[in-house]
C-alpha cells in the first residue's frame, strides 16, 4: 500500500532571497505539509540544500526548524543549513550514504520510535545569518504517511516500560509509563509527539558556534549559554541534570578553521573518551586534512568535479548517558587561540524528561 512507502512529507523551496537576521516561515500549505483528517506521519530524515553563490562561498542559513502542528520543535531539533556545518545534507552528496535520521520509523520500541509524529500539518522556519541569503535554498522533510485504520496493524503497542542503558559506565535507566496502544488518538502521545506524558522521549540535534575566543593554552572551552559561550539557548551544550532529566549522547561532530586539538564529552567530571578525541585541522587549504579530524562534519574539501560532498555527524562508538549529574561537550585549542565564530560543534541524541505534566 502507498502508506508504507518513503514519501516528502513537505518541501520549502526559497527563490526570493532573505534578509539578515529574519525568519522564513512557511505555512504548511507553502509546503505541501498538511495530512487528511484520517491520517498520521511520522518524519525519519530532513534534507537541506544550502544556498550557496559559488560552489565554494556558502550562504548563512543559520538554523531550521521543524514545526509540527502548529509546534515549534527548536528545543529538541535545530540544524545548521549552511554549506560547511550542514547537518542534514542531501541523501545522494553523502559520504557514504550515511544520513542522520530522527528515529526508526515503524518502529514499537520508544527508544527506536523517536521519529517526529504529528496529525495535521508540519512545515518549516528558516532564520538567516547575519548576511542576506541571495541564493536559492531547499528543505525537504521525508517519513510515512499512515491511516488511522493502519497504525494498530503497523505499530501494535508501544512497549513501556523501557530500559536505557549504557554500556560504557554500566548504568541503566528506567523509563517507567504503561504500554501505549497505537492509534490516531494516541499518535501525538507517543515518543516524538507533542503530547507526551512523562517521560517525554524525543530526538535531540543541535550545534554551537563558539561566541568567545578559546584560552590559546588548551584548556577546556565548554559551549555553555549560561556564561556566554553560545549565542542561544537551543545552542547549549551544557546539561545540568537532576534524576528527572537524561541525555543518551549518541553522535558528536566538532569543524575549525585551524588550531583544534581535541574534543569529548566531561560527564561528571570525568573525560570521555578517555584522553577525548584527536580533531585537529578540520577544515583548511589541503583537501587531506579533513580526515585528520576524527569527528569532523559537514562539507568535504575540496568541492568535488562531480559535486558537492558532506559527511554526518558522526556516531559515537557506545553512546554516553548523562543523567542526574553535569555533563557537558568539551574542546580545546592546540596552544594557539581560535578567534570566536570559528568552531562550529554539532550533538545528536535522544532526549528524557521525567517531570512536568
Known amino acids: 500500500m502507498e502508506h508504507y512507502e518513503l514519501r516528502l512529507l513537505a518541501e520549502y523551496h526559497s527563490t526570493g532571497g532573505q534578509a539578515a537576521n529574519t525568519w522564513a516561515k512557511p505555512t504548511p500549505r507553502d509546503v505541501g505539509g498538511e495530512l487528511e483528517?484520517?491520517?498520521?506521519?511520522?518524519?525519519?530524515?530532513?534534507?537541506?540544500?544550502?544556498?550557496?553563490?559559488?560552489?565554494?562561498?556558502?550562504?548563512?542559513?543559520?538554523?531550521?526548524?521543524?514545526?509540527?502542528?502548529?509546534q515549534r520543535y527548536g528545543e529538541y531539533i535545530s540544524l545548521s543549513g549552511e554549506l560547511e556545518s550542514l547537518m542534514a545534507p542531501p541523501k545522494l552528496s553523502i559520504w557514504g550514504n550515511k544520513l542522520y535520521s530522527f528515529g526508526t520509523p515503524m518502529s514499537n520500541n520508544p527508544l527506536l520510535s523517536t521519529t517526529l509524529k504529528y496529525s495535521?500539518?508540519?512545515?518549516?522556519?528558516?532564520?538567516?545569518?547575519?548576511?542576506?541569503?541571495?541564493?536559492?535554498?531547499?528543505?525537504?522533510?521525508?517519513?510515512?504517511?499512515?491511516?488511522?485504520?493502519?497504525?494498530?496493524?503497523?505499530?501494535?503497542?508501544?512497549?513501556?516500560?523501557?530500559?536505557?542503558?549504557?554500556?560504557?559506565?554500566?548504568?541503566?535507566?528506567?523509563?517507567?509509563?504503561?504500554?501505549?496502544?497505537?492509534?490516531?488518538?494516541?499518535w501525538k502521545t507517543l515518543p516524538g509527539g507533542n503530547n507526551q506524558a512523562i517521560p517525554k522521549i524525543n530526538p535531540l540535534a543541535r550545534y554551537a558556534f563558539n561566541k568567545k575566543a578559546t584560552d590559546g593554552k588548551s584548556g577546556d572551552y565548554q559551549f555553555r549559554y549560561t556564561i556566554g559561550n553560545v549565542?542561544?539557548?537551543?545552542?547549549?551544550?551544557?546539561?545540568?541534570?537532576?534524576?528527572?532529566?537524561?541525555?543518551?549522547?549518541?553522535?558528536?561532530?566538532?569543524?575549525?578553521?585551524?588550531?583544534?586539538?581535541?574534543?569529548?564529552?566531561?560527564?561528571?567530571?570525568?573525560?570521555?573518551?578517555?584522553?577525548?578525541?584527536?580533531?585537529?585541522?578540520?577544515?583548511?587549504?589541503?583537501?587531506?586534512?579533513?580526515?585528520?579530524?576524527?569527528?569532523?562534519?559537514?562539507?568535504?574539501?575540496p568541492i568535488q568535479p562531480t559535486g558537492i560532498l558532506w559527511y554526518v555527524i558522526p556516531k559515537l562508538e557506545k553512546p554516553y548517558l548523562i543523567w542526574n549529574e553535569i555533563g557537558m561537550v568539551v574542546t580545546r585549542d592546540d596552544g594557539t587561540a581560535i578567534s570566536a565564530g570559528d568552531i562550529v560543534t554539532a550533538l545528536t541524541g535522544v532526549r528524557i524528561e521525567m517531570h512536568g505534566g
Not at 550557496?52 to 542559513?61: H, I, R
Open 37 to 70: 483528517r484520517d491520517e498520521r506521519a511520522e518524519v525519519v530524515f530532513a534534507e537541506i540544500f544550502p544556498p550557496f553563490s559559488a560552489p565554494s562561498t556558502g550562504e548563512a542559513l543559520k538554523k531550521i526548524i521543524p514545526v509540527l502542528d502548529g
Open 231 to 301: 549565542d542561544e539557548s537551543d545552542e547549549e551544550m551544557y546539561f545540568d541534570f537532576d534524576d528527572k532529566d537524561a541525555l543518551l549522547v549518541e553522535g558528536l561532530g566538532i569543524r575549525a578553521v585551524a588550531n583544534l586539538k581535541e574534543t569529548g564529552l566531561l560527564i561528571a567530571g570525568d573525560y570521555h573518551p578517555k584522553g577525548l578525541i584527536p580533531t585537529p585541522l578540520s577544515s583548511v587549504t589541503d583537501p587531506g586534512a579533513a580526515g585528520w579530524n576524527n569527528l569532523h562534519f559537514g562539507h568535504v574539501p
Open 120 to 186: 495535521h500539518t508540519i512545515t518549516v522556519e528558516c532564520l538567516a545569518g547575519t548576511t542576506p541569503i541571495t541564493a536559492d535554498y531547499r528543505v525537504r522533510l521525508w517519513g510515512y504517511v499512515f491511516k488511522e485504520l493502519e497504525l494498530p496493524q503497523v505499530f501494535g503497542t508501544m512497549l513501556f516500560p523501557a530500559a536505557l542503558t549504557e554500556k560504557a559506565r554500566g548504568r541503566t535507566l528506567i523509563l517507567s509509563k504503561a504500554p501505549i496502544p497505537v492509534n490516531g488518538d494516541t
